[in-house]
């Protein structure tokens, strides 16, 4: 079974190419973002890390901290950063967890419990560790999303989500379709129409069930 939304992550102690961390310790008071991949030196994976390293300053004004995953190992990590920062023209600074066993790949439920990596293994192999965990300050699972090997992730999406859920616990609203910072958000239905006028407001009511108003950001 997979993990849930609103369920605290397992916890786990890796090596990264930045060294060794224990992943609740890590993230700490901040929010972060697991994203995972399934072998070093290759091409989609190349441009995604590129595109997280680029975002840097966004994740920092979030409270955000990223970090990587792949199943190889530490020095593979490091040698490969070198092609991720020439690729994006930005430092990678976040670290990359180095998965050589699928201890995290299996505890996060991105391969089954009897995957292995064979010799001269590929992609292939380990296909579906193409993940990716918002997790919040509580240590909870806010939102999770896999992809193909074939398809890169777009780190735009993943930025506005993140500014979704966290304007979500800030203020108590919900996001809907297609939203950006700045456009209405949604007042949840459990918000009777006083406390929506006392908390937000003018709101406009389309329906009773859905309500709108200014993004309080």
């Known amino acids: 079974m997979g993990l849930r939304i609103n369920q605290v992550v397992p916890n786990f102690t890796a ?3 930045e060294g060794e961390i224990n992943f609740h310790d890590w993230i700490g008071d901040s929010w972060a973002i697991l994203f995972s991949h399934p072998k070093d030196f290759t091409p989609v994976c190349t441009t995604e890390f590129g595109a997280v390293a680029q975002l840097a300053d966004e994740w920092e004004k979030r409270g955000t901290k990223v970090i990587g995953i792949s199943v190889d190992g530490v020095e593979d990590h490091r040698k490969w950063k070198g092609d991720i920062e020439s690729y994006a023209g930005a430092k990678a600074g976040f670290p990359i967890i180095a ?20 010799d001269g293994r590929t992609p ?8 990716v965990f918002v997790i919040g300050p509580d240590k909870q699972l806010k939102l999770s999303m896999t992809y193909p090997m074939t398809v890169g992730r777009n ?35 459990s ?8 908390k937000f407001g003018a709101f406009e009511t389309i329906f009773p069930y859905l309500r709108k108003t200014k993004d309080p950001s």
Request: glycine share 6%; hydrophobic share 40%.
């Open 99 to 118: 998965d050589e066993d699928l201890t995290v790949s299996k505890l996060y439920d991105m391969l089954p419990e009897d995957a292995y990596l064979p």
């Open 155 to 189: 780190f735009a999406e993943i930025l506005r989500a993140l500014d979704g859920l966290q304007a979500g616990l800030k203020h108590g609203v919900a996001t809907p379709a297609n939203w950006v910072p700045g456009e209405d958000v949604i007042i949840p239905p």
């Open 124 to 131: 292939a192999d380990s296909a579906t560790v193409r993940s």
């Open 15 to 17: 090596d990264t190419s």
């Open 191 to 198: 918000v009777s129409n006083d406390d929506a006028k006392a």
